[in-house]
């Protein structure tokens, strides 16, 4: 069965600084791997995604992450945050013989504080 | 180009009630999937329709029943609810299939008491 782990539940940051949210993942099979970003009371928004082929991928807002099959992680970085990033982040795999079931880790909270 | 849209936003229910949520994806969308966020258990997966026909589901009583009409819109379904039921519950529509960017409607907020 495949399970997501975000390491971090909160993580507070000053603006301008950068930031590192970190996710681990476990399966047997290969995986699809995504970062979602939740502002309050709102539905998720898709920040980047990893399909296939190379390893780093950027994303919106200017966030990237890199995919590491051998240390089965998929972590998100922000070379400098702002304020407007404070939200909750959740990192989410999926099968690729599942459809669209996504399978989320518990979700970090970004406070960005001035 | 319209978002996904989900009726009602909020909602107040009695214990052994039950409810409908409905969630209209974004047209051309064919892939609509349902998923519970609640503080403990997080956001859990309840099931996928495509085309009309349900192709996954996750680990839900049966209390949790949906289904997905030809213009793509779904609705859900709780019977007899429950207090843990009380979740925000989130819908999501895709053009296709697996891999595909999932688009996520605002949420309906369910309450029971």
């Known amino acids: 069965a495949q399970s997501v782990t975000q390491l971090d539940s909160q993580v507070p940051v000053f603006e301008e600084a950068p930031v590192e949210l970190r996710c681990n993942y476990s399966s047997s099979v290969s995986v699809y791997l995504f970062w979602y970003v939740q502002y309050p009371n709102q539905g998720l928004q898709l920040l980047l995604k990893y399909l296939s082929g190379s390893t780093l991928v950027k994303g919106i807002n200017g966030f990237e992450a890199e995919f590491n099959k051998s240390q089965t992680s998929f972590h998100l970085r922000k070379p400098s945050v702002h304020i407007s990033d404070t939200a909750e982040y959740f990192c989410?795999?999926?099968?690729?013989?599942?459809?669209?079931?996504?399978?989320f880790g518990a979700g970090t909270r970004l406070a960005v504080h001035p | 180009k319209a978002g996904v849209t989900q009726t009602p936003r909020y909602l107040i229910k009695t214990r052994g009630q039950q409810v409908t949520l409905s969630c209209s994806p974004i047209s051309g969308h064919r892939s609509v999937s349902w998923y519970q966020q609640t503080p403990g258990q997080g956001l859990q997966f309840l099931f996928e329709?495509?085309?009309?026909?349900?192709?996954n589901k996750g680990n839900f009583p049966g209390r949790f029943s949906g289904r997905q009409f030809s213009n793509s819109r779904s609705e859900m379904n709780v019977s007899t609810l429950e207090l843990g039921d009380s979740a925000l519950y989130l819908c999501?529509?895709?053009?296709?299939?697996?891999?595909?960017?999932?688009?996520f409607g605002p949420g309906t907020r369910l309450t029971v008491t």
């Open positions: 999501a529509s895709s053009l296709l299939g697996t891999g595909h960017k999932q688009y």
């Open positions: 329709y495509f085309s009309e026909t349900q192709r």
């Open positions: 989410a795999v999926s099968d690729p013989g599942g459809y669209n079931k996504l399978i």
